[in-house]
């Protein structure tokens, strides 16, 4: 049985790498919303609404976390995001 699968991107309003981010995010997880068995769940943060969050990735963002744990900074990258995904299966 698959389990759910929780992504955060961090990033910021302007930010034309975390819009980028974004969309290969969306894009990842539409594939896998084909796969009922397994439910992938994604949160935007912002790092100029959380003092944590910006100090400890302003100078990194965007970055993926997945299930908290961090999956990238700056692109993310399609093929590296779904072999993950795969794996956490």
């Not at 955060?8 to 990842?28: F, I, S």
């Not at 302003?58 to 908290?68: C, F, R, S, Y």
Request: net charge negative; glycine share 4%.
């Amino acid at each position: 049985m698959a389990r759910d699968i929780q992504l955060t991107l961090v990033g910021k309003p302007g930010c034309h790498l975390c819009d980028d981010a974004r969309e290969v995010v969306q894009a990842v997880v539409a594939e896998f919303e084909q796969d009922a068995s397994r439910r992938i769940s994604v949160d935007e943060r912002s790092i100029l609404d959380d003092e944590a969050l910006r100090a400890s990735y302003a100078e990194e963002i965007p970055v993926l976390l997945i299930d908290g744990e961090m999956h990238s900074y700056w692109r993310v990258d399609p093929v590296r995001l779904k072999t993950a995904l795969c794996a956490k299966g």
